[in-house]
């Protein structure tokens, strides 16, 4: 769902569409039973908002007006099909459409239900990602792709035949039998976090973060964790992941600073936050959240990861932060949950604790792997080991470079101050 609005008026529109088509979408598949018919209708119901909302005006409940659009346009396309073949499976279909109003049924379970649904069994672990986070998360293939660190059109084939497998399987639209869960929860737990994360640090585009994509998965994390039976073996992990979305989220106040008046936002990097600034709400639940997960048995990947935001959370500055913890903690999660961004988060650590020159030859083993070929994040990480290890011209040629292929705006202009060394502002 990625149509685009990008006109003068439309830019508080396209965040309305963007937050309201998931669960719009979640509603047509409840009712019509036909995932790739509700998505076309509803394309073209998002087609008709880009069309009118500017000019009449946003309807009070938008996302009632998507589901009303997007129903009707499926009706008629089932109807021009009675004309060759009956379709008596679709005759629900047929009933009258929504007047507008917010509809009775509860989008909370529709958001579940269409969530676990997309992580159907019959499907890779691989094919449910992207099939979720386009379907739930409303991303597109692009910011799926560089998500999941894959080529765009691997992304592209893996959810079309995602959506052919379920079709084939006669899956249904459903919330799941406790017993069902467990088998499931891994992958949405993954889902959500990659819903997250681009949320908080958009892949590409001006704006550094998508609010309402980070506030979705926070609110599907509690909905999971809410569906988890007490004392579930896998309640731990999904403690673990709410952890690390709170406690990730309660510095998103200080991330962003105006440098100059009128100008565009600027970066501001975790050394440099006021972190007066951070949400001592959500670390306090954060924090609580995941000493109780630890506390439970053997710990997982988001475990480790919310612990480490928790030392972060609770250190008074970057020179304070017990950065030994912090590195025990990577070296457990890379066994744990190894992974190439893991690996990039260690070598940052090592800097802290063992010097700027022993993580820029950890650092080159890690750029090795193939996902992180050329990646950004690589060279800024160089950079910044470079700079502190007193090196400023070499680092300023990774800023540069890490800048001439970061695709958010905001990380771009943070980089390309890097690269001409200008001091913070």
Same mark, same amino acid.
């Given at each position: 769902m990625s149509t685009d609005l990008r006109g003068e008026p439309g830019r508080g529109i396209e965040s309305i569409l963007r937050s309201a088509a998931p669960s719009a979408l979640a509603v047509l598949v409840r009712r019509t039973g036909d995932f790739d018919a509700s998505e076309d209708a509803l394309q073209e119901a998002l087609i008709a908002a880009a069309t009118q909302w500017p000019r009449d005006g946003v309807p009070e409940h938008p996302r009632a007006w998507l589901v009303a659009v997007a129903q009707r346009r499926h009706v008629d396309a089932v109807r021009s099909e009675i004309a060759r073949r009956t379709r008596e499976e679709r005759d629900a279909v047929l009933a009258p459409v929504d007047d507008g109003r917010e509809p009775a049924a509860s989008a909370r379970d529709d958001s579940l239900a269409l969530f676990v649904l997309c992580c159907h069994p019959v499907l890779s672990r691989p094919s449910q990602l992207a099939l979720t986070l386009r379907a739930v998360g409303g991303l597109t293939t692009g910011e799926? !792709?560089?998500? #999941? #660190?894959?080529?765009?059109?691997?992304?592209?084939?893996?959810? &079309?035949?995602a959506k052919q497998r379920i079709r084939a399987a006669g899956a249904r639209f459903r919330l799941p039998e406790p017993a069902e869960l467990p088998e499931r929860a891994a992958a949405v737990r993954q889902v959500l976090h990659l819903m997250f994360t681009e949320g908080h640090t958009a892949s590409s585009g001006d704006a550094l973060a998508r609010p309402d994509l980070s506030a979705e998965a926070i609110r599907l994390t509690r909905m999971l964790r809410g569906a988890t039976t007490p004392g579930a073996s896998w309640a731990a992990e999904t403690d673990g992941l709410l952890a690390l979305m709170l406690l990730t989220e309660a510095r998103r106040p200080a991330r962003l600073r105006i440098a100059a008046p009128g100008g565009p936002p600027e970066l501001v990097p975790l050394d440099e936050q006021d972190r007066t600034l951070w949400r001592r709400d959500l670390i306090d639940e954060g924090v609580g959240l995941v000493e109780r997960a630890l506390a439970t048995g053997e710990p997982g990947p988001f475990q480790l990861q919310a612990a480490i935001a928790a030392v972060h959370a609770e250190a008074p500055s970057t020179d304070r932060t017990d950065w030994v913890q912090v590195l025990g903690l990577y070296d457990l999660l890379r066994v744990v949950g190894p992974g190439p961004m893991v690996e990039l988060g260690r070598v940052v650590a090592v800097a802290m604790v063992h010097g700027s020159e022993r993580a820029l030859r950890d650092l080159e083993s890690v750029a090795l792997e193939p996902a992180l070929a050329g990646h950004f994040r690589v060279h800024a990480v160089r =950079?910044?080991? #470079?700079? #502190?290890? =007193?090196?400023?011209?070499?680092?300023? !040629?990774?800023?540069?470079? %890490?800048? &001439?292929? %970061?695709l958010n705006a905001t990380e771009r202009r943070y980089l390309q101050a890097k690269a001409r060394g200008e001091p913070a502002p």
């Open positions: 799926i !792709a560089r998500g #999941l #660190l894959v080529p765009e059109a691997t992304v592209a084939q893996r959810i &079309s035949r =950079g910044h080991l #470079l700079a #502190l290890a =007193g090196r400023p011209d070499e680092a300023r !040629a990774e800023f540069a470079v %890490a800048a &001439s292929t %970061a």
